[in-house]
């Protein structure tokens, strides 16, 4: 192999190495794309994660949306955890409150947090929360039981195709990451 | 045609070293190339067999031999040794004997990074096989590695990432070696639209290797952070979204795939027309139906999660994208039946291996543009449809075209021929049986049987059965093909072959101009004429 050759297999190599660390922060510059394209989308189904200020609307008496409430736990963590309705039919721009009931099924505190996800995603931004637990984390001593209720607003801007919005919540028991962040 | 071998002078050495120490320490090309393709056969018996455990414990309805736990590792590790073990291995062995002597260079570019590429991917599957005695289990989540279920995996997840993290840098490196030999190791004369498919093929896949490896190796990293560093790239309850690791695994996962079938269908496109004694049919249209194909894995790798709830939108862009697919696809199929009409055809072993592969990829690439359609997809998703589907493309299809690749130039590479009655009894074994073992898994699938389950409604017990005997069958006939290897290796037939091997192969390719078997270095003078019968 002359230098010639040698000269420009080095350079094409330090290119091609260049691309491949390239994409290696690629794949994590795909994180932010992917958190901002959801954000201005809406496509993942998420709601707003602070409480809005509840305001008169103009209540569409003539529409019905079918709200549905899944409650579910994460790795099967410890709590029971259920709302007290498993769906109901509501008005847009009336607000309406939901009771959810949670309990810590140890015998040592436990720091829960729940996520909340609407489906189907696009309707999540017309789907509104003045009040909900999962805005915070939830402290529980042992063996507590919490009523939490949720008080939401359908707004009568929805989309006439949406009739039934489901919105579910995971309880992750978060006790282990909250004491080593404290740490 | 031996002109190149009478020209040899004192400096150079003659052969390669004696003993064990030439494997380990070469960087010959050829050597390499065997080295990649007896791993990749040995990875192939490795997966082989955890396939039949998988096929055994399906036998009948029920939990017969294996643990659920134990069985889906078998799923997973199936998988992962099939894909980065066996086919991805056996294209760059391939790759390695090959391109040199089809572009007409004396060796690979960077022949020490090939030697190292090649035992880092020793290392990389000795540590993922290694997780198969560890406390929990080897991974057992599928190939896919999906958070959360992977982060429930126990001792072998760091060993698992790790083992892609160097089974990556591994690829990487053989492809950045690929990618420098083609730009600038060509013989005087081999201009780009002169090379053969194979060669540009390779050249496509490697910059696929570079483009996607590398996001995996970040995938998992993230993966592994979550677990040991308190990252929350995939953990909800501290801001992240489980459903971005399938976003940016199946970033990586689509063009991978195509990384398994683009250097298929380069050697399809190689040995076709040798066998129809005909150029191939378009020449030109074969390369940018290549680079089409390699353009939109990359805008398409949604389809393979239509069912975690993306809007409408996003689910006819990811369908008529993937539907698009099928048009380069179909030019490359129409390409190789143009070639074969009115050719005087022969069947020796290799080409009905690849007139198979384009049948039998042809079934395979219909049902994937049957998945395409996202309202049907529901019905298919993750039931043994989708196992059927890509099933057909890897077996028939890219491990078909290898045994091609194998009875093609084993000859060339050793001197012998293979014994031409087993390789077609070892071709019709194979053939028949595969069609038995992947066939009713459609009818499973459309029926509702879940992929990854080790036990079922017995409503699926017949052809589940009918399945298990035909992977029986077909994995017992790849021992053939192992003896017609070494009997190979070891004098053949006994009949020496010319120097083409193949009627007027010389015409086709460089590397049939040179003598048979290859000597240890060939062109290290550069060619003279280049061949032109593939335009």
């Known amino acids: ?183 | 045609m031996s002109a190149v071998v009478a020209e040899h002078d004192d400096h150079h050495d003659h052969g390669p070293e004696k003993g064990l120490l030439r494997w380990i320490i070469t960087t010959n090309h050829k050597d390499i190339g065997t080295l990649y393709l007896v791993f990749s056969l040995a990875m192939f018996f490795l997966g082989g067999a955890m396939a039949l455990v998988i096929r055994a414990e399906l036998f009948e309805p029920g939990l017969q031999f294996v643990e659920p736990q134990f069985f889906n590792s078998m799923t997973t590790m199936h998988a992962l040794i099939m894909v980065f073990g066996a086919v991805m291995p056996a294209f760059v062995g391939l790759a390695n004997w090959m391109i040199p002597l089809m572009i007409g260079a004396p060796d690979m570019a960077l022949p020490r990074m090939n030697n190292m590429s090649f035992w880092l991917l020793v290392a990389g599957a000795l540590l993922l096989a290694s997780t198969l005695f560890m406390e929990g289990g080897a991974p057992a989540s599928g190939w896919t590695l999906y958070p959360p279920l992977v982060l429930q995996t126990g001792a072998a997840l760091p060993f698992a990432i790790f083992s892609v993290h160097l089974l990556g840098i591994s690829s990487i490196m053989g492809a950045i070696n690929i990618i420098a030999t083609i730009f600038n190791m060509r013989a005087p004369g081999m201009t780009l639209m002169k090379m053969p498919l194979f060669v540009w093929t390779w050249l496509i896949t490697a910059f696929l290797l570079i483009a996607v490896m590398p996001v995996f190796a970040g995938a998992v990293t993230m993966l592994l952070t979550d677990r040991f560093f308190d990252t929350s790239f995939f953990n909800a309850a501290g801001g992240g979204d489980p459903v971005l690791y399938q976003h940016i695994f199946w970033f990586f996962g689509h063009p991978e795939v195509y990384v398994m079938i683009l250097p298929t269908f380069g050697v399809a496109s190689t040995i076709i027309p040798v066998f129809a004694r005909k150029p191939l049919f378009g020449y030109s249209s074969m390369v940018y139906a290549t680079a089409s194909i390699a353009f939109l894995s990359f805008i398409v790798w949604a389809h393979h999660m239509f069912t975690v709830g993306m809007p409408i939108a996003g689910e006819l862009y990811f369908m008529y994208a993937t539907m698009l697919i099928a048009i380069p696809t179909g030019v490359k199929v129409f390409n190789w039946t143009a070639t074969m009409w009115k050719g005087s055809m022969t069947f020796e072993t290799p080409m009905l291996f690849s007139i198979a592969f384009v049948v039998l990829f042809t079934l395979g690439g219909f049902t994937g543009l049957m998945m395409s359609v996202a309202p049907s997809d529901f019905q298919y998703h993750d039931t043994y449809f989708i196992v059927a589907h890509f099933h057909y493309t890897l077996v028939p299809a890219s491990v078909f075209i290898l045994m091609a690749a194998a009875y093609f130039w084993l000859p060339k590479w050793t001197g012998n021929m293979y014994d031409e009655k087993l390789g077609q009894l070892h071709f019709w074994l194979s053939a028949i049986s595969v069609n038995v073992l992947f066939f009713p898994q459609h009818f499973l699938g459309l029926a509702g049987m879940p992929r990854r389950i080790p036990d079922y409604a017995v409503q699926f017990a017949d052809w589940n059965m009918v399945s298990s005997i035909g992977a029986f069958v077909f994995g017992f006939s790849q021992l053939l093909f192992l003896y017609i290897v070494i009997k190979t290796i070891r004098g053949g037939t006994g009949e020496k072959v010319t120097d083409e091997v193949w009627e007027d192969a010389s015409k086709h390719s460089l590397e049939w101009t040179l003598p048979s078997p290859l000597p240890y270095h060939t062109f290290t003078t550069p060619p003279k004429e280049i061949p032109t019968e593939h335009f």
């Open chain 1, 1 to 183: 192999m002359n230098n010639d050759t040698k000269q420009k297999n080095r350079k094409l190599v330090r290119n091609l190495v260049l691309i491949a660390v390239g994409m290696f922060g690629f794949g994590y510059v795909l994180v932010p794309i992917y958190d901002v394209f959801c954000d201005i989308t809406g496509l993942n189904g998420k709601t707003a994660s602070v409480a809005a200020a509840e305001t008169a609307r103009d209540i569409d008496v003539s529409r019905e949306v079918t709200v549905e409430f899944v409650t579910s736990l994460n790795q099967a963590a410890p709590m029971a955890f259920r709302a007290e309705t498993y769906k109901m039919k509501v008005h847009p721009g009336q607000y309406y409150t939901v009771n959810f009931y949670a309990e810590n099924l140890t015998d040592k505190p436990m720091i829960a947090r729940a996520i909340p996800s609407i489906t189907p995603g696009l309707a999540a931004e017309f789907f509104t929360k003045t009040q909900c637990f999962c805005f915070d984390e939830q402290s529980f001593e042992a063996h507590e039981s919490k009523t939490m209720p949720v008080r939401f607003v359908v707004d009568p801007k929805l989309p006439k195709k949406y009739k039934i919005i489901t919105l579910a919540y995971t309880f992750f028991d978060n006790t282990e990451l909250t004491a080593k962040k404290q740490k």
